[in-house]
């Protein structure tokens, strides 16, 4: 029976190989379960938040200033502002698409959220002044030759997202800040650095140079959100029409000899709002002297931002609150050739439009509205 047994056991440890194996590990001491340390494991868990919220920050900011580059520049030009906050700043420095309504009325909302590429108006050393928003709290803004970097993240609001170079100084489209340059000669770049706390902007300074300042909460008024229209006070009579619409046929300025210096005014003004560059240069006058060849080279310097950056509706809304008040103009005329037509503008200063006498006898525009 011994032998048996002995034999069974011998052919179960053949049959099944890995049984000493099994065995060995079942008898294997079990490892010993180590306490969790808590302290360790709030600080790692501490350090991943604040690593989180710092990625997130970030992540917010930069969102912040890829939807300012992506948001609709064009405010709106508002008929009835009876009920709303309307401001006319002592300066505006607007380096969106509306640049050209500086000098135009403002509504303000003084509890709007204010973000990159906002215009704000604000009380500065010199009266109320707006400007453009170009930091936020807690930002580092730097200008460089005209980029503006926040926090080495440049900003894409209104162009401004790359240096200008020397060779675009002068070209409306590749320069944003061309437009304040107020006289002949361009204006330097005077590059700076501002860190803001909170309640703290950078904006757009343009004292002596293009750069940048700092104002806080304090000095803030409220944020532009729209301009205050203005309608046309003067129009063509039917009769001056008539003239005007045959003018237009085959630009005979024998057709305006009946013509008033007013009403070949007005038509030349329209011809402007309607964009109509062929007609308003057919108006213009044909005579040569220093003056009207000053007049001339300023209208082919300006022409191209006319054609591409002027919209009717803005010619419409400029013209009608600078020629105020042309409906009740009076005609002097100063020499043989030389005259003016005067009328008081809207704010009740009077504005005087040179005109010249043609060698046919007939008055013809020698002015040119500014443009920049």
């Not at 860190?195 to 803030?220: A, P, R, W």
């Not at 008033?260 to 109509?276: V, Y």
């Not at 310097?301 to 600078?322: G, H």
Request: a negative charge.
């Amino acid at each position: 029976m011994k032998e048996f047994k002995a034999k069974l056991k011998e052919e179960l440890r053949q049959d099944a190989p890995f049984t000493n194996d099994i065995k060995q590990r079942i008898l294997q001491p079990k490892p010993i379960k180590r306490k969790c340390n808590w302290q360790v494991v709030s600080v790692s868990i501490a350090a991943c938040f604040i690593i989180g919220l710092m990625l997130f920050v970030e992540f917010s900011q930069k969102n912040n200033l890829q939807t300012a580059s992506q948001q609709n520049e064009l405010l709106p030009i508002v008929d009835d502002v009876s009920s709303l906050d309307v401001i006319e700043p002592k300066y505006a420095h607007l380096l969106g698409e509306q640049w050209m309504l500086h000098f135009l009325p403002m509504i303000i909302d003084k509890e709007a959220t204010i973000t990159y590429g906002d215009y704000i108006a604000f009380y500065g050393t010199d009266g109320l002044v707006v400007s453009t928003v170009l930091g936020l709290g807690n930002d580092n803004v730097t200008m460089n030759q005209g980029q503006i970097l926040v926090d080495n993240t440049a900003l894409k609001v209104h162009g401004l997202n790359e240096q200008i170079k020397n060779e675009d100084i002068n070209d409306p489209f590749n320069n944003s800040y061309l437009f304040h340059n107020w006289g002949t000669k361009p204006e330097p770049f005077i590059d700076k650095s501002i860190s803001t706390k909170e309640k703290e902007f950078v904006v757009y300074d343009n004292d002596e140079g293009h750069t940048i300042m700092k104002i806080n909460e304090g000095q803030l008024v409220g944020k532009v959100v729209g301009f205050q229209n203005f309608e046309l006070t003067f129009e063509l009579t039917e009769q001056e029409q008539q003239v005007f619409d045959a003018f237009k046929t085959d630009y005979d300025v024998e057709k305006l000899k009946n013509m008033t210096p007013q009403a070949i005014t007005k038509m030349f003004l329209l011809s402007d709002i309607e964009k109509d560059y062929e007609t308003y240069e057919a108006l213009f006058t044909t005579n040569i002297n220093e003056e009207t060849e000053s007049v001339r080279r300023y209208y082919e310097k300006t022409k191209i931002v006319r054609q591409e950056l002027f919209t009717e509706k803005i010619n419409r809304l400029i013209i009608a609150n600078l020629f105020a008040g042309l409906e009740n103009a009076e005609f002097e005329q100063q020499t043989d050739t030389i005259g003016v037509v005067k009328f008081l503008s809207i704010e009740g200063t009077q504005t005087e439009l040179r005109m010249e006498k043609n060698a046919q006898g007939i008055w013809q525009p020698a002015f040119s509205r500014g443009i920049y």
